[in-house]
């Protein structure tokens, strides 16, 4: 599209592309992951999935939304007519961004609590606690609706700010101050660690591949994990995509970006078991590693209010930068398609999601267990939530897979792709059939009612390819007879 913006350097693409990935996925979830499921066995597992599963999907996703020069919805439209094919593929972009929507929502207060533990931090508050008041400490956050919306209202405030001012001048100069700040303050709480923690327990710990301890449960979490982390199937990468010159491998950048992803959650999950290790604690807290038994280790060492407090703003900035390219695809549609103005449309988009995150913010509290919501849906709105995007991630990096493997014309992809045949060949294959497998793997795990079928629902997902090949063989003739 003539005048679609585009980034002002080469490498901001990788930047941006990187912002989103590394957030509170590699620093938050990966490592409490981790430690639930036993070390090393996971990992392999996550690593396989990256480079069989991620990789591929993520080059697909990129390369979506640099041939259509625009926003994930417009964008998918643009490509079913100009491919000619069938315009159920439209509801990828229609996906994405209620996927977008819906984790923003959370993301952004999960994110207000590290906030507010940078601010105990480093006001030195936690200095005097001992474990019991730290834990407590957390309940009590959690317990306070107006505390969460104040936190909540901030950070999604501040993404929205960052979106609203535009792509160069927000998100391209936000990106280039906070990225290598970020990587600065990931190596000294590395070097932190190292010296205060027990780094080779840490290393012998998450270097031990013991599939033992791998349940299949474990298996998918890393599968599901390793979507979340890449930020696949939310038209986050394909916005940005969108803005990425034509001369730069499509690639070389997505292994870039999952390489350097991958080196970032496993960098911090290296030094949050050293301090967690380090001070005798347990490992397998689940999601309140980062905020009840993180925060522990740190009052036992020294300096540790001021190294915390740092570590806080790392998790701020990281989980920032992925906000950010949750808003930018969901406003850019509304700019293209209502013509609104991008501070409008961020606004609508910013409004939306903080209204949707007060239903998290009163699942830890209000409608806690044992309220209304739980009786009628058997969970909290969180868990649904959560849920819900839990479905429409893997849902739509299938679509996009098999969208890119099938639907399109493949001439034309090999063009925007610019790579070797055999490379070609083998993403092809790739994202033809062993993404869709594994994806629907993960997908229908979060569907308990199909958990017992899955052998009935691969079949089915067969039948999708096969139903895809069709409409492109339909396609093809339509071109012929023309
Ligand atoms: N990749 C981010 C993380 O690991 O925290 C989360 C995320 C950001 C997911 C943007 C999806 C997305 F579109």
């Known amino acids: 599209m003539s005048g679609h913006n585009v980034w002002t350097h080469k490498g901001t693409f990788l930047l941006a592309a990187v912002g989103s990935a590394v957030g509170l996925g590699n620093l938050w979830r990966f490592p409490y992951l981790i430690g639930e499921n036993g070390g090393g066995a996971f990992i392999l597992v996550y690593a396989l999935t990256i480079f069989a599963v991620g990789i591929p999907i993520l080059i697909a996703e990129i390369m979506l939304g640099r041939t259509s020069r625009r926003s994930p919805i417009m964008g998918m439209r643009h490509l079913t007519k100009t491919h000619r094919t069938f315009r159920f593929w439209e509801s990828i972009g229609w996906l994405g961004a209620a996927a977008a929507f819906l984790i923003l929502s959370f993301y952004s207060v999960i994110a207000g609590w590290a906030i507010h533990y940078t ?50 001048k927000g998100i391209e ?106 001070a005798g604690l347990d490992i397998a807290q689940g999601p309140g590693l980062m905020f009840i038994t993180l925060p522990m280790a740190f009052a036992e060492m ?74 009628l849906f058997g969970r909290s709105a969180f868990e649904l939530i959560e849920l819900l995007t839990n479905v429409f991630m893997p849902l739509g990096g299938l679509m996009i897979a098999l969208f890119a493997g099938w639907a399109l014309t493949q001439t034309e992809v090999k063009k925007e792709l610019d790579t070797s045949a055999t490379w070609f060949v083998t993403w092809r294959f790739l994202v033809r059939f062993v993404s869709p497998a594994a994806v629907a793997f993960v997908f229908l795990r979060t569907l308990p009612y199909v958990q017992g079928y899955l052998v009935p629902a691969t079949g089915a997902l067969l039948l999708v390819s096969l139903f895809a090949l069709g409409q492109r063989w339909i396609a093809k003739r339509r071109q012929l007879t023309q």
């Open 119 to 168: 601010w105990l931090m480093f006001t030195g508050s936690l200095l005097e606690a001992d474990a019991q008041a730290i834990s407590e400490g957390f309940t009590a956050l959690l317990a306070s609706p107006a505390l969460m919306t104040l936190y909540h209202t901030l950070f999604i405030g501040c993404s929205g700010v960052i979106v609203g001012i535009g792509i160069h």
């Open 302 to 375: 020294p300096m540790g209010a001021l190294i915390g407090g740092v570590f806080f703003i790392l998790v701020l900035g990281a989980a920032l930068s992925s906000s950010i390219s949750l808003i930018e695809p969901v406003a850019a549609y509304l700019v293209e398609r209502f013509d609104m103005t991008r501070p409008q449309a961020v606004a609508v988009m910013v409004i939306a999601a903080w209204a949707m995150g007060l239903l998290t913010v009163i699942s830890f509290n209000i409608w806690a267990e044992g309220s209304i919501f739980h009786a």
């Open 173 to 278: 100069s936000g990106l280039r101050i906070m990225m290598p700040a970020l990587f600065v303050i990931l190596l000294v709480v590395l070097a932190y660690s190292v010296i205060n923690g027990d780094i080779a327990a840490a290393a012998r710990f998450l270097l031990t591949f013991n599939v033992a301890n791998l349940s299949i449960e474990g298996w998918l979490q890393a599968m599901g994990q390793s979507f979340f982390t890449l930020s696949l199937g939310m038209g986050a990468i394909m916005a940005y995509g969108a803005y990425m010159t034509s001369e730069i491998s499509l690639t070389r950048t997505a292994i870039a970006i999952a390489f350097i992803d991958t080196a970032v959650a496993m960098v911090a999950g290296l030094a949050i078991f050293a301090l967690v290790f380090g």
